[in-house]
């Protein structure tokens, strides 16, 4: 099992804690978060993974990744 480092779950929580202000600028789009700030948007999780990696030079899963919802989306 890989360990969860420290940083990765204080930038999800940054996320989680600042949802309403990503709405605003990142509705329906996904976001790679590191150290406390938007590092890459888009709309496709793959390209938001694969240039956050490379900006990054960090492995795509040690890099949080979440999905901004403007609150329309019916599943």
């Given at each position: 099992m890989m360990e969860i480092q420290k940083n990765f779950l204080e930038d999800i929580k940054w996320?989680?804690?600042?949802?309403?202000?990503?709405?605003?600028?990142?509705?329906?789009?996904?976001?790679?978060?590191?150290?406390?700030?938007?590092?890459?948007?888009?709309?496709s999780i793959k390209y938001v993974e694969e240039k956050a990696s490379r900006l990054t030079g960090k492995k795509k899963e040690e890099i949080p990744v979440i999905f901004v919802e403007s609150g329309a989306h019916v599943f």
């Open positions: 996320g989680l804690d600042n949802y309403k202000n990503l709405q605003l600028k990142f509705r329906d789009l996904w976001v790679a978060i590191m150290n406390r700030e938007v590092i890459v948007a888009g709309e």
